[in-house]
């Protein structure tokens, strides 16, 4: 990545989020930029196409150049929808309110202790995903040997978990039924932050608009909404 793209990136630092922590572990395999619109292609799970900028027009001339060459795409504004979609057909999408952690909040040490997980646990955290759609066992795996992770065991039981997604969000945060209401969650979430925050990375999270369980959450923890945003498969 070149330093003008990097510069275009940091000049957007809320919309970049997401693209800036994708590809700091994965390499862009294409860049195509018009005016101050950036599309980059990179390949975890899938080949996906992020896309950063509010011109809809530069939208639509890198969307030409690109000639969609992927139909994955990635940090998906609600007004860029129509022009993704003006040759083809939503095969599914994932929409998600995106909050982020200002560097300067301040976060008590989680009350519940943890430890980073193993990618061994990678089956065991799937099974339990309710995003079974959406994710897989070796994509979870990859995550766990890339990025930081808490886990919180009961007499030597996995019961609550999270770690992080491709583009270095905070996710996958879950507690099995019977220890939920306990606190496990917050703590979990603590712990990550923390490790991000010793790591100076971006923290923010992706959270299904009918999750307010999760989102009442963050909140408390001093998170701040940024903007909706989604992710696309095309035919």
Aim: aromatic content about 12%; charged content about 25%.
């Amino acid at each position: 990545m070149d330093s003008d793209v990097r510069s275009l990136l940091k000049s957007k630092p809320l919309q970049s989020l997401p693209v800036i922590g994708f590809f700091q572990n994965y390499p862009p395999e294409k860049v195509v930029r018009h005016g101050d619109f950036l599309l980059l292609l990179g390949t975890s799970d899938y080949p996906w196409a992020y896309l950063c900028g509010d011109n809809p027009e530069d939208l639509l001339q890198v969307l030409e150049t690109f000639n969609y060459a992927t139909t994955y795409f990635a940090n998906v504004e609600e007004w860029m929808l129509p022009i993704l979609t003006h040759r083809h057909n939503i095969e599914w999408k994932l929409s998600t309110h995106r909050y982020y952690l200002s560097t300067e909040r301040h976060l008590d040490p989680p009350d519940v202790e943890s430890r980073r997980l193993d990618a061994s646990m990678a089956g065991y955290i799937y099974e339990h995903s309710a995003y079974k759609d959406f994710t897989s066992e070796i994509y979870i795996r990859e995550r766990l040997k890339k990025d930081v992770s808490a886990g919180v065991w009961v007499d030597g039981r996995l019961v609550g978990w999270g770690l992080t997604h491709d583009d270095t969000s905070l996710g996958f945060l879950n507690v099995v039924p019977e220890y939920r209401g306990k606190g496990l969650g917050e703590s979990i979430l603590r712990a990550l932050i923390l490790e991000k925050r010793a790591q100076k990375d971006n923290i923010f999270v992706n959270i299904e608009p009918h999750n307010h369980q999760s989102i009442n959450l963050i909140k408390k923890l001093g998170f701040s909404f940024d903007r909706e945003v989604c992710w696309v498969k095309l035919t």
